[in-house]
């Protein structure tokens, strides 16, 4: 078998090779995209923190990725203990560390450092009542210090140092900065000794019970660490550090992040948590970003009302269509996804005031003759499913536009499906909003280009469920707030107008073209971080399979002894009627709807992959029930007659002689049934769960490119379905060593 799974492998590369070599004949070699690989130890606000998508976040991530856009290289952030930190970096596991790191001598010798980018100074933090005032107070106490930083080496005594000079000082080092707060809090320590920002951080959460004084003893100077001797590495960086200086990228940075607008947590936080649904396929307004997490303007507007609000934001990805469904039955609390305020949508959900205006584009190819909207009269266009550029393309009564009956709409569930369409001659047009219309158009500025069209503009506002003045009110007051202090100004200057506008920003503009094969796979699988995509994708199908799989089986048994006892009874029961109802129903209604009613009724878009597993193992218990019930029917009468005259009783004969002998017969329909589940969980992306084909429908958005995702995605279902195979044969073959006897 071994011989047999690696004979199978190899054809399976051998197709993608040749299938490459017929889509990408005349490819030339481009440079990829470099991606540095940068360490932190998010346990620093409002330095490095973990957001609210469960990413690393803070200003040190900020800057480093400011500085990458400007150098031209992507940034994958690694978060790490802090004392691991320079040991990974000397070891090249990391190119570059950003952790509030304090330029010391010592460090000096194991790793370089760029020019400083922030001063700090250290802060004492302790208790209201404490009669600490400086440094040398803390002598003989306990001192609570994050484990490897400033803080450690100020406090812990020494020959070289004049202030903490008592060896009975009790150094309690943390992991974490927050733990040593939580320590002072609860008696463990005397005080924490910590840099300036983050003892802010945390005294403004705890302003009843803590207080902090400045030492003025010590500042410090904070700057990115790379590996000993790698100068082109620290070049760029300094570079572009000396950029967003200069062109004031920085200063915005400082004010948002150390500034006090987007810290970890505002002192006023309620602790109150907003669902907030999206449809990530929507650039620049939401994206899927390198972390697999929704990003873009949108949820960074959210994001910064919630911080004025004092709430915390969860975001759910979902197919456009369902959002206003999701909101209706309470499973989402608010909708941000570039919506258009429209009168038939006020019907069913409240808007927010409006928080940016959108002006409908055309999206065609270079040569096309094509230059307002009333060309587009009997021609192809494509629209993503829902929007308002569906509405302006449907031909209607109330359409003084479009009004050739003959005119084929043909809607996308992604905005990128409808471009790639356009690429491949699907459609002749796509009708779009503004900035996504401009991105795909930068992403692909060799084939396509772009008109506006002046007659349709529109306002995009956050939506609520209808009659939640609660929530209405507290987005509308954040929103207010953003505009004013010019956070709101900041992120359109970020996103909109091109910093963070596009997924994979200019430098990949051209990816999809004029690439040889092998290139053209390292960026659509490692440049953009796709394989963890698919590797995160196929352990969800795996697992999602695995878990409907049993329950399925265990379903299947009871269900089919209950349809049987109208055999043994010779006439219908109350059993056998339930689970024939239970079978025809799920026979009869596609597993599609049964998983939205699972996930959006039941579960009120909540627990997606519970109401997953639960809907497919529901489903195929049906099936299963009508192979056993076969197989055990299948079983000679004679058996079941035997067993009695021998003394056994119904279920004794049906437990030791019957099932056995139908077990061996069902398993190639088991197989066969387990085989088709696997398959069929490929439609879990409509319920927000990222998927092995989820994840390849991802890398399609991100790279333009549809060959070589889907065709991943093929070839890896393809080995799960053989390796099924192969193993069901085995136990086949195991259970029929006793036929050859």
Not at 357 to 375: E, H, N, P, Y
Request: charged residues 25%.
């Amino acid at each position: 078998m071994k011989k047999s799974v690696k004979r199978l492998l190899a054809m399976c590369l051998a197709c993608l090779l040749v299938a490459g070599g017929v889509f990408f004949p005349t490819a030339s070699k481009a440079q990829a995209t470099d991606v540095l690989t940068v360490g932190t130890n998010a346990e620093f606000p409002p330095f490095e923190y973990i957001g609210n998508d469960g990413q690393p976040d803070g200003f040190d991530m900020a800057v480093i990725k400011a500085i990458g856009k400007e150098e031209g290289f992507e940034v994958k952030i690694s978060n790490m203990e802090f004392k691991s930190l320079v040991a990974s970096l000397s070891t090249g596991s990391l190119d570059a560390v950003i952790a509030g790191m304090t330029v010391t001598e010592d460090r000096q010798k194991s790793v370089d450092f760029s020019d400083s980018y922030y001063t700090a100074t250290q802060c004492i933090i302790v208790k209201k009542d404490s009669d600490v005032t400086k440094l040398a107070d803390l002598n003989g106490k306990k001192i609570g210090v994050q484990e490897g930083t400033t803080g450690d080496l100020l406090c812990t005594p020494g020959e070289d140092n004049e202030v903490i000079t008592d060896s009975k000082t009790d150094v309690q080092r943390f992991k974490k900065g927050t733990d040593a707060v939580v320590a002072l809090n609860n008696g463990g320590v005397d005080a924490v000794v910590i840099d300036q920002n983050p003892a802010e951080n945390f005294v403004s959460k705890n302003p009843d019970t803590l207080k902090l004084m400045q030492d003025d003893t010590s500042t410090e100077q904070y700057a990115i660490a790379v590996q000993k001797g790698d100068t082109e590495t620290l070049n760029k960086i300094n570079d572009g550090l000396k950029k967003i200086k200069e062109n004031g990228t920085f200063d915005k940075l400082v004010a948002q992040y150390i500034g006090g607008s987007d810290t970890q947590e505002t002192a006023n936080n309620t602790g109150k948590t907003l669902n907030i649904g999206t449809n990530a396929e929507f650039p620049p307004f939401e994206y899927i970003g390198n972390d697999g997490e929704p990003e873009g303007f949108d949820m960074a507007v959210i994001k910064a009302i919630g911080k004025a609000e004092g709430f915390n934001v969860k975001i759910t990805n979902m197919e456009f269509k369902s959002l206003v469904a999701s909101l209706a039955t309470g499973s989402l609390d608010a909708v941000i996804a570039g919506m258009t305020d429209t009168p038939d949508r006020r019907q069913s959900v409240d808007f927010s005031d409006s928080y940016y205006t959108a002006t409908q584009c055309i999206v065609v190819k270079k040569d096309s003759t094509i230059t307002k909207l009333a060309d587009l009269n009997g021609k192809k266009i494509g629209v993503q499913e829902g929007t308002t550029g569906d509405l302006l393309c449907t031909p209607g009564e109330d359409n003084e536009v479009i009004t050739d009956s003959k005119t084929d709409v043909q809607r996308f569930k992604k905005g990128t499906d409808a471009v790639v369409a356009l690429k491949n001659g699907g459609v002749d047009a796509v009708v779009i909003d503004q900035n996504p219309a401009q991105n795909f158009v930068a992403n692909n500025k060799d084939a396509l280009k772009m008109m506006e069209d002046n007659t349709s503009t529109e306002q995009y506002a956050i939506a609520v469920k209808k009659g939640d003045t609660e929530t209405l009110q507290m987005i509308n007051d954040g929103l207010k707030k953003i505009k004013e202090d010019g956070t709101f100004d900041q992120l359109v200057d970020q996103y909109i107008n091109g910093s963070a506008a596009t997924v994979d920003t200019e430098n990949q503009d051209d990816a999809a073209a004029n690439k040889g094969f092998v290139e053209n796979l390292k960026y659509v699988f490692v440049d953009t971080n796709g394989y963890m995509l698919m590797v995160k994708g196929l352990g969800v199908t795996i697992g999602i399979s695995l878990c409907a799989g049993i329950i399925g089986i265990v379903l299947g048994f009871i269900i089919a002894l209950m349809k049987l006892t109208e055999v043994r009874r010779k006439k219908k029961t109350i059993w056998s009627r339930i689970a024939g109802v239970y079978i025809d129903i799920l026979r009869g209604t596609p597993s599609m709807v049964q998983l939205l009613i699972m996930f959006m009724v039941i579960f009120r878009s909540r627990y997606a992959v519970v109401a997953a597993i639960l809907a497919f193992g529901i489903n195929s218990g049906a099936y299963v029930a009508e192979n056993i019930r076969a197989g055990i029917l299948a079983v000679d009468n004679g058996q079941m007659e035997g067993g009695r005259s021998l003394g056994f009783t119904y279920g004794e004969t049906m437990r030791y002689i019957i099932l056995p002998q139908a077990i061996k017969n069902v398993i190639p329909a088991l197989g066969n049934e387990m085989i088709t589940l696997v398959k069929e969980t490929s439609i879990v992306g409509y319920v927000a769960i990222v998927d092995l084909t989820k994840a390849g429908d991802f890398i399609v958005s991100r790279t333009y490119q549809a060959f070589l995702p889907l065709i991943a995605v093929a070839i890896i279902y393809y080995i799960l379905v053989k390796l099924m195979t192969f193993g069901l044969a085995a136990i086949e073959r195991r259970l029929r060593q006793s036929d050859n006897r």
